[in-house]
């Protein structure tokens, strides 16, 4: 099955600084990569997602970037901010496999003022 | 209001006694799923449903057990709790077998098994 890898496990960055969070997968079938962003004591909630026929979303002060030959996407936070601070969540979805989406283990990132 | 919705949010029970977590959502959604969070091992799927009377088992299923009788709700039932299952339960729908689509979450339930 699909195995999702995420880095780092913890980020901390300075208000106005960008934040990087990277993700590899193992399945060359998957083609939908969502990012949710959880805040502490909260359900976790949709930010961002590309599909695999497009290479970079942005929304905002957020990106996301996918480099299918390499099997990788990074999300991407520009001019942070105290309320980015959260954990955020990378995940894939396989095609045919309906909605079933594979999560990584989470990025706790910090914004310090 | 559009949402997914979860009873109950918290939950402290006893090894052995069965219990069961109540999953509702009003957006007419086809798929539905449920996830354990623990920590460093982000969200693991236990169970989803495509369909009413559809249901297959995810990456963790051991020790629990759903239904899908109505297409809005779905049960997840754990007939002997075991302390390896305190966590924190996430139900989550999606729109269409056609997907993948956006997954709504519900608020979760913290259950405590002692």
């Given at each position: 099955g699909e195995n999702v890898e995420q880095h780092p496990s913890t980020l901390s960055v300075q208000e106005g600084d960008s934040a990087v969070i990277k993700c590899t997968y193992s399945d060359s079938a998957s083609n939908y990569f969502p990012w949710y962003k959880q805040e502490l004591g909260k359900r976790p909630q949709l930010i961002i997602d590309i599909r695999s026929n497009v290479g970079e979303k942005k929304d905002q002060r957020i990106a996301v970037t996918l480099n299918k030959t390499a099997k990788h996407f990074?999300?991407?936070?520009?001019?942070?901010?105290?309320e980015d601070s959260a954990v955020y969540f990378c995940a894939a979805s396989m095609a045919g496999g309906g909605n079933k989406l594979t999560f990584g283990t989470g990025t706790q990132l910090k914004v310090e003022l | 209001e559009a949402q997914v919705t979860q009873n109950p949010r918290y939950l402290i029970t006893?090894?052995?006694?069965?219990?069961t977590v109540t999953c509702s959502q009003n957006m007419n959604h086809?798929?539905?799923?449920w996830y354990r969070q623990d920590p460093g091992l982000g969200l693991r799927q236990i169970y989803y449903s495509m369909n009413v009377e559809v249901t297959d088992?995810?990456?963790?299923?051991?020790?629990?057990?759903?239904s899908r009788k109505e297409k809005r709700n779905f049960p997840l039932i754990?007939?002997?709790p075991s302390p390896n299952q305190t966590s924190l339960y996430f139900c989550a729908s999606s729109?269409?077998?056609a997907g993948p689509y956006e997954q709504y979450f519900g608020p979760g339930t913290r259950l405590t098994v002692t």
């Open positions: 990074s999300l991407h936070i520009t001019e942070t901010q105290p | 006893v090894t052995g006694k069965k219990l086809e798929y539905m799923s088992k995810g990456d963790v299923p051991e020790g629990y057990k759903v754990l007939e002997s729109l269409g077998l």
